[in-house]
T-cell receptor
Framework: GDSVTQMEGPVTLSEEAFLTINCTYTATGYPSLFWYVQYPGEGLQLLLKATKADDKGSNKGFEATYRKETTSFHLEKGSVQVSDSAVYFCALTFFSGGYNKLIFGAGTRLAVHP | GAVVSQHPSWVICKSGTSVKIECRSL??????MFWYRQFPKQSLMLMATSNEGSKATYEQGVEKDKFLINHASLTLSTLTVTSAHPEDSSFYICSARTSGTIWETQYFGPGTRLLVL
């Protein structure tokens, strides 16, 4: 079945460092790909998405490119801030039973220090 | 953006009791709501999908008699964990989406942590 694998955390960085969180997927069809972020005490929020191959999703300085050839959707940011500390989830959608459902990776915790 | 709330945020109960968790869409009408379960350091696992006014659709391996879902209105869905046991202790998260295209974004609640003693 469809699945998402992302790098284990925690990832600990200093402020202004470059961030990469790896995400690869397995899917039988052509899913849309998402990154969600969960700040402490809050619900998951959509960070960015890409709906087809070679699309680049971007938001708040974060970027991820839908790579069909490597089945990847790695999250990157050029210069992280302390406020980026959160748990990041990679996800894909699959259509089943009349609904667009989400499959999540295990999440990667990011801690950014001043 | 759209806001989804959950109540309670924390619940501790004795084994054998039932616990009800509410999920509300505060500023939009949610035709579809999803319930997820998250174990520590693991991903969110979809438990069931519910549409307002109809029976929920459960994912394989989820006991529908154990996890009762009621989507009584366009802004409220409830999950009742019946006769809870320690293995039901987990983080339960709901999400909601409006009607429209199949690519609609899901809006997530902050989650409810359940501890069964």
């Amino acid at each position: 079945g469809d699945s998402v694998t992302q790098m284990e955390g925690p990832v600990t960085l200093s402020e202004e460092a470059f961030l990469t969180i790896n995400c690869t997927y397995t899917a039988t069809g052509y899913p849309s790909l998402f990154w969600y972020v969960q700040y402490p005490g809050e619900g998951l929020q959509l960070l960015l998405k890409a709906t087809k191959a070679d699309d680049k999703g971007s938001n708040k300085g974060f970027e991820a490119t839908y790579r069909k050839e490597t089945t990847s959707f790695h999250l990157e940011k050029g210069s992280v801030q302390v406020s980026d500390s959160a748990v990041y989830f990679c996800a894909l959608t699959f259509f089943s039973g009349g609904y667009n459902k989400l499959i999540f990776g295990a999440g990667t915790r990011l801690a950014v220090h001043p | 953006g759209a806001v989804v709330s959950q109540h309670p945020s924390w619940v501790i109960c004795k084994s054998g009791t039932s616990v009800k968790i509410e999920c509300r869409s505060l500023d939009f009408q949610a035709t579809t709501m999803f319930w997820y379960r998250q174990f520590p350091k693991q991903s969110l696992m979809l438990m069931a999908t519910s549409n307002e006014g109809s029976k929920a659709t459960y994912e394989q391996g989820v006991e529908k008699d154990k996890f009762l879902i009621n989507h009584a209105s366009l802004t409220l869905s409830t999950l009742t964990v019946t006769s809870a046991h320690p293995e039901d202790s987990s983080f339960y998260i709901c999400s909601a989406r409006t009607s429209g295209t199949i690519w609609e974004t899901q809006y997530f609640g902050p989650g409810t942590r359940l501890l069964v003693l």
